[in-house]
T-cell receptor, first 113, second 113 residues
């Protein structure tokens, strides 16, 4: 059964460093998302991506964040200068349509020290 | 601000009982409703989707939707200890829908042997 994959599973970085989180969505899906979940809190939407451009972003998704689909399979989230408060689980998700089921990857645990 | 509300629990039921999980949402234009299960430290796993008023059954799970009351519920019959997890209600849709999911804070279910 197709699934969303994410790498790395755990990333430790120092404050101010850049990180890139990688995702491979399900191959026939067209819509891609990043969410984050701070420990003990809700899953929060960060950004949606369709047809090679951002379709919606949240207030969290400021100028320090960017997304890219560099090729036909990968979908990346870059944080340019990490802050302590960026420490969270980051989930990638994909779907065939905006009202359809979204499937989540296993997540990347980002720890900023 | 579009919101999804759930009782955080914990909801404790004996093995074999029916667990009932509830969720309310604020955006009347919402079109799609999902229940995810999340084990500690893991990603959300889709267990049910529902799009129209009424009941939808899948194995031991039944989702119920009442758009007039802006209410979604999940029933788990014959609860098993392996059902112990946090159950997340997620909603999307409305004007300009990009597929963004809005999550509730989740209800923790404990099934006691």
């Amino acid at each position: 059964e197709p699934e969303v994959t994410q790498t790395p599973s755990h990333q430790v970085t120092q404050m101010g460093q850049e990180v890139i989180l990688r995702c491979v969505p399900i191959s026939n899906h067209l819509y891609f998302y990043w969410y984050r979940q701070i420990l003990g809190q809700k899953v929060e939407f960060l950004v949606s991506f369709y047809n090679n451009e951002i379709s919606e972003k949240s207030e969290i998704f400021d100028d320090q964040f960017s997304v890219e689909r560099p090729d036909g399979s990968n979908f990346t989230l870059k944080i340019r200068s990490t802050k302590l408060e960026d420490s969270a689980m980051y989930f990638c998700a994909s779907t065939q349509g905006t009202t359809r089921e979204q499937y989540f990857g296993p997540g990347t645990r980002l720890t900023v020290t | 601000q579009k919101e999804v509300e759930q009782n955080s629990g914990p909801l404790s039921v004996p093995e074999g009982a029916i667990a009932s999980l509830n969720c309310t949402y604020s955006d009347r234009g919402s079109q799609s409703f999902f229940w995810y299960r999340q084990y500690s430290g893991k990603s959300p796993e889709l267990i049910m989707s529902i799009y129209s008023n009424g009941d939808k059954e899948d194995g031991r799970f039944t989702a119920q939707l009442n758009k007039a009351s802006q209410y979604v519920s999940l029933l788990i019959r014959d609860s098993q200890p392996s059902d112990s997890a946090t159950y997340l209600c997620a909603v999307n849709g409305g004007s300009g829908n990009t597929g963004k999911l809005i999550f509730g804070q989740g209800t923790t279910l404990q099934v006691k042997p």
